[in-house]
């Protein structure tokens, strides 16, 4: 008897399926329209390696969204996203009001004293990368 309930067992674990349900990604609101502002902190919803990815759990500042990305807050006003790592990165969906060429600033700050850079991609193509 032990052994048929060890089969069985082997059975329900190995064979049965399991239902996965896939994360979609969407946008935080809606479309960012551009021109326009992009707030760090608005990336798009889905999860992990889905609409943003971030190697550590958890909120280390624990603030504005309660996903893995570290969002903070600024003293000032506003929100960042803080504590990224090579290889880290957020998307973000924006509706453009006509087919140009836009201009992109952005406030950067770094407790790090050496060198630090990033990339901006349009879908999945490297339209840039900064060192600062």
């Known amino acids: 008897?032990?052994?048929?309930?060890?089969?069985?067992l082997a059975f329900l674990v190995c064979c049965l399926p399991i239902p996965i349900f896939a994360q979609t990604q969407t946008p935080y609101t809606s479309a960012i329209p551009i021109p326009g502002?992009?707030?760090?902190?608005?990336?798009?919803?889905?999860?992990?390696?889905?609409?943003w990815f971030?190697?550590?759990?958890?909120?280390?500042?624990?603030?504005?969204?309660s996903d893995d990305m570290d969002v903070g807050a600024i003293p000032t006003g506003g929100h960042h996203i803080g504590f990224l790592t090579d290889g880290e990165w957020a998307e973000y969906?924006?509706?453009t009001a006509?087919?140009?060429?836009?201009?992109?600033?952005?406030?950067?700050a770094s407790a790090y004293t050496g060198a630090t850079s990033f990339r901006l991609l349009q879908d999945g193509?490297?339209?840039?990368t900064q060192t600062v």
């Not at 008897?1 to 069985?8: A, C, H, K, N, P």
């Not at 006509?98 to 950067?108: C, E, G, K, M, P």
């Not at 193509?125 to 840039?128: G, I, Q």
Request: hydrophobic share 40%.
């Open 1 to 8: 008897m032990q052994i048929l309930r060890r089969s069985l």
């Open 37 to 51: 502002t992009l707030q760090a902190e608005e990336y798009d919803r889905g999860g992990n390696n889905v609409a």
């Open 54 to 65: 971030d190697m550590t759990a958890g909120n280390v500042f624990g603030a504005f969204r």
């Open 93 to 95: 969906t924006v509706s």
């Open 98 to 108: 006509a087919t140009d060429t836009y201009n992109v600033t952005l406030r950067w």
């Open 125 to 128: 193509v490297a339209l840039t």
